[in-house]
């Protein structure tokens, strides 16, 4: 059982250059979430997914868009790379659950954009 | 939106003694309150998590406890080992079918002296 993968693993960008994060997860979870993660910040929402076809903004929406065309893929894009969006990105999964329930977290992926 | 505050951001402790983290939350409805464990380079991951319904929660070596009226909760680790030593990320969300709103903390590393 995979989990959740993220395709690339580390990446390079010039500034203004574009580019997509894949998120994969073989759990049928319905909720899929994007996290950047920066040095003494924490984690923060990018966008999230309640479903297939769905998406909403998290807590740092900018810079970022997001699809769902599949229940088992969640990708993040990068219309035009800034230098301020050098970070980790995590992408999560969880269940539909009547309360809170476990995100399972992705390997990450280091992003420097120069 | 919902705002969390991770004291403190560093802690070292001796091999043995007890480890305790404490987190606030801002926001009344929240119900849903997890830990995760970050090891270095790694993704992170859960490690005990407590519903608004209930005021403490153990396993093993870790507890949770939870106090609704102030808005604050904690993570305790007992007979800390060398393995514990981690970031530590505490989260609050009003949690009603998923974690549509996880919000964490900025964390606590936590190193443990031989």
């Known amino acids: 059982n995979a989990g959740v993968t993220q395709t690339p693993k580390f990446r390079v960008l010039k500034t203004g250059q574009s580019m997509t994060l894949l998120c994969a997860q ?42 769902r065309l599949k229940k088992q893929n969640f990708l993040l894009g990068l219309e035009s790379a800034a230098p301020s969006q050098t970070s980790v990105y995590f992408c999560a999964s969880s269940y539909r659950a009547p309360a809170g329930t476990e995100a399972f977290f992705g390997q990450g992926t280091r992003l420097t954009v120069v | 939106g919902e705002n969390v505050e991770q004291h403190p951001s560093t802690l070292s402790v001796q091999e043995g003694d007890s480890a305790v983290i404490k987190c606030t939350y801002s926001d009344s409805a929240s119900n849903y309150f997890p830990w995760y464990k970050q090891e270095l380079g790694k993704r992170p991951q ?6 608004s319904n209930v005021g ?48 964490f903390g900025t964390g606590t590393r936590l190193t443990i002296i031989p």
């Open chain 1, 26 to 67: 073989d759990m049928n979870h319905e909720y899929m979430y994007w996290y950047r993660q920066d040095p003494g910040m924490g984690l923060r929402l990018i966008h999230y997914s309640v479903g297939e076809g769905t998406t909403a903004k998290g807590e740092v929406p900018d810079g970022y868009n997001v699809s």
């Open chain 2, 46 to 51: 859960l490690i005990i998590d407590i519903h």
């Open chain 2, 56 to 103: 403490e929660k153990k396993d093993q070596r870790i507890a949770v406890t939870l106090n609704k009226t102030a808005k604050h909760f904690s993570l305790h680790i007992t007979e800390t080992q060398p393995e514990d030593s981690a970031v530590y990320f505490c989260a609050a969300s009003l949690a009603n079918f998923g974690n549509e709103k996880l919000t």
